[in-house]
T-cell receptor
Framework: EPEVTQTPSHQVTQMGQEVILRCVPI?????FYWYRQILGQKVEFLVS????????KSEIFDDQFSVERPDGSNFTLKIRSTKLEDSAMYFC???????????????FGDGTRLSIL | KQEVTQIPAALSVPEGENLVLNCSFTDSAIYNLQWFRQDPGKGLTSLLL?????REQTSGRLNASLDKSSGRSTLYIAASQPGDSATYLCAGYNNAGNMLTFGGGTRLMVKP
């Protein structure tokens, strides 16, 4: 069964450094998402992306964050200047679209654990 | 703003027991609702998606229901097995399908 893949599985970065998290969504999916889960807390929505633009974002997704689909397969999340509180598990998800979207679940990757030192 | 709550936070049952996990949400305008399973250190595996127009969905030993008027969803697991041990998350879609709002999860342990 097709899967969403994320790399790396664990990223350790010094505070203030830029980090790029990578995702390869399922090939025929056109909606892409990033979520994060701080240890011990709920999974939180960050951003959704469709047709090469952001369709919705949360208040967490401030100017330090950006997303990009640099080619036909990758979807990236960039954090420009990382802070200690950015330490979390980051999940990428994708959803097929076209037709009735309401019966199309989001499919999640295994996540990237980001540790800011 | 949508708030999703799951009670209990943790549950331990003997193998073979039928059990119900609860999910409540504050905004009845929730569109669809999705149940996930999360194993330690792993991603989220989609279990069931209940569309706004549906009241329940079934997959194998799992049955999920949605009652928008009362703001509740339940996940019923029949004949539980040790392999069912995981954290179960419910999440509601907004009406554009762009974002999921998650509950805190129920950590289930099924003892042999």
């Amino acid at each position: 069964e097709p899967e969403v893949t994320q790399t790396p599985s664990h990223q350790v970065t010094q505070m203030g450094q830029e980090v790029i998290l990578r995702c390869v969504p399922i090939s025929n999916h056109l909606y892409f998402y990033w979520y994060r889960q701080i240890l011990g807390q709920k999974v939180e929505f960050l951003v959704s992306f469709y047709n090469n633009e952001i369709s919705e974002k949360s208040e967490i997704f401030d100017d330090q964050f950006s997303v990009e689909r640099p080619d036909g397969s990758n979807f990236t999340l960039k954090i420009r200047s990382t802070k200690l509180e950015d330490s979390a598990m980051y999940f990428c998800a994708s959803r097929r679209t076209g037709g009735d979207w309401s019966n199309q679940p989001q499919h999640f990757g295994d996540g990237t654990r980001l540790s800011i030192l | 703003k949508q708030e999703v709550t799951q009670i209990p936070a943790a549950l331990s049952v003997p193998e073979g027991e039928n059990l119900v996990l609860n999910c409540s949400f504050t905004d009845s305008a929730i569109y669809n609702l999705q149940w996930f399973r999360q194993d330690p250190g792993k991603g989220l595996t989609s279990l069931l998606l209940i569309q706004s127009s549906q009241r329940e969905q079934t997959s194998g030993r799992l049955n999920a229901s949605l009652d928008k008027s009362s703001g509740r969803s339940t996940l019923y697991i029949a004949a539980s097995q040790p392999g069912d041990s995981a954290t179960y998350l419910c999440a509601g879609y907004n009406n554009a399908g762009n974002m999921l709002t998650f509950g805190g999860g129920t950590r289930l342990m099924v003892k042999p």
